[in-house]
C-alpha cells in the first residue's frame, strides 16, 4: 500500500482546509484509514480514523467538532476536513493505513504516507 497525501499549506486561524490522501492497491475499501500529526518537538499523535465501510469515525478530543474525516472508495481517497484551525493544529500531517479494526488504528496503523505540512497563522 502506498499513500500519498496533498493540500497542506498556510492558512490563517479561523480559517479551513482540506488534505487529502490517495492510496494505491485494489483493496482500499477493506482497510480502516486514519490521519496521524507531529508538531515540531512532539511526538506523533493520532487525529481522526475512519473504517473501511466510512460507517464509523472517531477523532481525538482537540479537534472534534472541527475536523471531518471522510473516504471514496471508489477513488481510493481519504480526506481530512480541518475547521476553524487554530496555530496549535500546524503540523506535518500523515495519513495512515491499517487491516485492522478501527480501535486499533490509533496505536497500530499498518503504512504511513510521507506527510503534508499544515500551517496555521495567528
Known amino acids: 500500500v502506498q499513500l500519498v497525501e496533498s493540500g497542506g499549506g498556510l492558512v490563517q486561524a479561523g480559517g479551513s482546509l482540506r488534505v487529502s490522501c490517495a492510496a494505491s492497491?485494489?483493496?482500499?475499501?477493506?482497510?480502516?484509514m486514519g490521519w496521524f500529526r507531529q508538531a515540531p518537538e512532539s511526538d506523533r499523535e493520532f487525529v481522526a480514523g475512519?473504517?473501511?465501510?466510512?460507517?464509523?469515525?472517531n477523532y481525538a478530543d482537540s479537534v472534534k467538532g472541527r475536523f471531518t474525516i471522510s473516504r471514496d472508495n471508489a477513488k481510493n481517497t481519504v480526506y481530512l476536513q480541518m475547521n476553524s484551525l487554530r496555530p496549535e493544529d500546524t503540523a506535518v500531517y500523515y495519513c495512515?493505513?491499517?487491516?485492522?479494526?478501527?480501535?486499533?488504528?490509533?496505536?497500530?496503523?499498518?503504512?504511513w504516507g510521507q506527510g503534508t505540512q499544515v500551517t496555521v497563522s495567528s
Open positions: 475512519i473504517s473501511w465501510s466510512g460507517g464509523a469515525t
Open positions: 492497491g485494489r483493496t482500499f475499501g477493506t482497510w480502516t
Open positions: 495512515a493505513a491499517a487491516y485492522r479494526p478501527l480501535s486499533e488504528l490509533t496505536t497500530h496503523p499498518d503504512y
